[in-house]
């Protein structure tokens, strides 16, 4: 069964789109979307042979043989023309500014990230290319987790607080993205009571008047 996280992050996808899923190990996302006529095809691509090896065994035990392609590739290097969405799922940060760098994207209809961690920095990567967010989700799956929608064809400025809690995010204000925030706060309040680390106080007031609000 697929987990939680990927479940969540399969509903971004759009339907009958070719996607290319980048570092996808067993193939789980790519087998998913096209067994679930979401995608006609799709992708599964990974930079090494043992997971690359695990992907066919899973397309072929699912007869999808054909539907998902396993690709053997660093990122986006064997990426295929008939590509409309990538997505980049549970890798961190500077494994996905690695693969997205330096790449011509504004040709695909969305990249769809999830960072680990360090998702601000993700934001700030973003901001700092000709791209938008158009979707952002909090996902939680034992963790918490944000997955972010990327339009590669547009430019947004985004703001400071923006850049950290997400600009979708602090729009929607939904009920996990709300937990989430409590959750941080709680983390915040332990580590300031035993570092008594003043610059903590400011992010707990922060996440407070974004709850306030
Ligand atoms: C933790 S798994 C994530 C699997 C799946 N995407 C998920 O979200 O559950 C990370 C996978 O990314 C692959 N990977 C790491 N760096 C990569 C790169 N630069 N290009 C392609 N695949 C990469 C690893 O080999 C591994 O199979």
Known sequence: MLS???????????????V??????????????VQNGISPKAYASDNKEGPLKKAVE??????????VIPVLGDGLENISDDVDIITICGMGFYT?????????????D????????????LRSFINSQNYSIINEVVIFDGFYYEAIVINPKSKTEYSDLELKYGPILLKRKDE???????????KL??????????S?????DEINKILDN
């Open 20 to 33: 290319f899923d980048v570092g996808s190990d067993h193939a789980l996302l790519p087998c998913f979307l």
């Open 200 to 204: 903590l106080l400011k992010e707990i």
């Open 58 to 67: 899973n397309i072929n035990k699912l007869g999808l043989t054909g539907k």
């Open 96 to 108: 996905i500014k690695h693969i997205l760098e330096g790449k011509d994207l504004n040709r695909y």
């Open 176 to 186: 996990n993205f709300i937990n989430y925030l409590k959750y941080k706060k709680d």
């Open 4 to 18: 939680k996280r990927l479940t969540e992050i399969s509903k971004l996808v759009d339907k009958n789109k070719v």
């Open 110 to 121: 969305k990249i769809i990230v999830q960072s680990n961690k360090d998702n601000d920095l």
């Open 189 to 198: 309040i332990q580590i300031y009571k035993r570092s008594c680390q003043e």
